[in-house]
C-alpha cells in the first residue's frame, strides 16, 4: 500500500520542561500565604460551630475535616508547588510549567509579546520574590512567572525588554 498523496507526514514533537525552577524562598512564601487564607477559614469554621445553637454532633466532624484539610494543604501544597513550576526565557519563546493539582503548561513566542510586567507584594518583599507577568497577542491571557528571586525577576525583565525591542514583528 503506497502512502502517495496522503499528504504530509507529522512527526510528533517532545516537548521538554522548561529549564529553570522558581525562588527556593517560594516554598516558605506559598506556605505562609496557604496558612494565612487557610487560617481564616477554619477559625471562621469553629466560630459558625460553636456560636450557632443546637449544632447536630456530625458537625464537628465537618470542622475537624476542614482543620485537617488546611493542614495538608499547608504542609503539602508548597513542596509539589515547588517541584512543578519552571519557567525559561530564550531568544524565541517564553516557557512556563505551573500547578500543583492540574497543570499548565504554556509557551509564547516572543513575537507575540506585548508587555511585560513586575509584581512584589509586601508579603513577597519580605521573602525577596518576585512575580513578572508576559502579555502576549492571545486569547489565551498573559503568562506569569510566580516567586522568581526579585533579582532574577528585574534580570528577566530587562532581557525581555531587549529581545522584544529587537524584535521586527508587531506582536498582533
Do not use: K, N
Request: hydrophobic share 50%.
Amino acid at each position: 500500500m503506497s502512502d502517495e498523496g496522503a499528504g504530509p507526514v507529522v512527526h510528533a514533537a517532545v516537548l521538554r520542561e522548561p529549564a529553570h525552577r522558581v525562588s527556593p524562598q517560594a516554598v516558605p512564601f506559598w506556605r505562609v500565604s496557604a496558612l494565612i487564607g487557610d487560617a481564616v477559614l477554619v477559625v471562621a469554621v469553629v466560630v459558625a460551630y460553636v456560636l450557632i445553637p443546637d449544632v447536630p454532633g456530625w458537625t464537628l466532624v465537618l470542622v475537624l475535616l476542614v482543620a485537617a484539610a488546611a493542614i495538608a494543604h499547608v504542609v503539602l501544597m508548597p513542596q509539589i508547588r515547588y517541584r512543578v513550576h519552571r519557567w525559561e526565557v530564550t531568544d524565541t519563546a517564553v516557557h512556563t510549567r505551573s500547578g500543583w493539582i492540574g497543570r499548565e503548561t504554556r509557551i509564547a513566542p516572543i513575537s507575540r509579546v506585548q508587555t511585560v510586567d513586575s509584581r512584589q507584594g509586601a508579603l513577597m518583599r519580605l521573602f525577596g520574590l518576585a512575580s513578572i507577568t508576559v502579555t502576549t497577542a492571545s486569547a489565551a491571557g498573559p503568562i506569569t512567572v510566580d516567586c522568581l528571586d526579585a533579582d532574577t525577576a528585574r534580570e528577566v525583565v530587562a532581557r525581555l525588554t531587549a529581545i522584544t525591542a529587537a524584535t521586527e514583528d508587531d506582536a498582533t
